[in-house]
């Protein structure tokens, strides 16, 4: 399936992504059913609900994770600092084909299951020293349809950007993405079953257990 990407010639959906480091991939195909994907991955993965801290106080985060990937791939986020689960077998047949379609390898997994509306992830960029200068993030989603916003790091007159991730859309971000954007999942109030969304990953320097 050929991506999506910037200019004024190409469907509406594209001309939503922030900028030429980003590739949109509707409907990707990643050798499995998208409904097969949501039933299967929501039943037997080991789903986890984390405490972060804001402005001084403990929440829960605002959905269930997971962080998968080779043994050596120990990552830091939101505080908390994470020990991969080994590859489950349909995850690995997923990021088999979303390195074809990236041109990128991938050596770990964070899975996020957004239960409904009120499930939600803030404004934050994949950043982290473990990822590198110019890192390769794919993101999968499966399940409800839910918009993206971005928001550009420094340059505070660009409008918010929002793209709508539906059901087996594959978002890669490369190059500065993650230098001049944040984005995040905001809560919505129109009515949302379940979504799961991964992304794939370089650990290039695992953090010190």
Not at 49 to 67: A, D, S, V
Not at 162 to 187: C, F, T, Y
Request: charge should be positive.
């Amino acid at each position: 399936m050929s991506p999506a990407t910037g200019g004024s010639a190409l469907p509406e959906a594209a001309r939503q992504l922030p900028s030429d480091d980003f590739l949109l991939f509707r409907r990707a195909d990643c050798g499995a059913l998208p409904g097969d994907v949501v039933a299967r991955l929501t039943a037997e993965i080991s789903w986890r609900q984390e405490r972060i801290m804001l402005f001084g106080k403990t929440h829960m985060q605002p959905r269930l994770i997971c962080w998968m990937g080779d043994p050596e791939c120990t990552y830091r986020y939101s505080g908390t600092q994470h020990v991969p689960q080994p590859w489950y077998p349909l995850v690995s047949g997923l990021r088999a084909s979303v390195e074809a379609l990236a041109g990128a390898k991938f050596n770990s997994v964070l899975l996020n299951l957004y239960r409904d509306g009120q499930d939600s992830m803030g404004f934050h960029a994949d950043d982290e020293p473990e990822l590198g200068a110019h890192p390769v993030i794919a993101s999968l989603s499966f399940g409800a349809a839910r918009a993206m916003h971005f928001r550009h790091r420094r340059d505070r007159a660009l409008p918010t950007q929002k793209l709508v991730l539906e059901d087996g859309d594959l978002l890669v971000m490369r190059g500065n993405s993650q230098q001049d954007w944040k984005h995040a999942i905001p809560k919505t109030r129109t009515a949302s079953g379940p979504r799961i969304n991964l992304t794939f990953r370089l650990i290039r320097s695992p953090s010190p257990i």
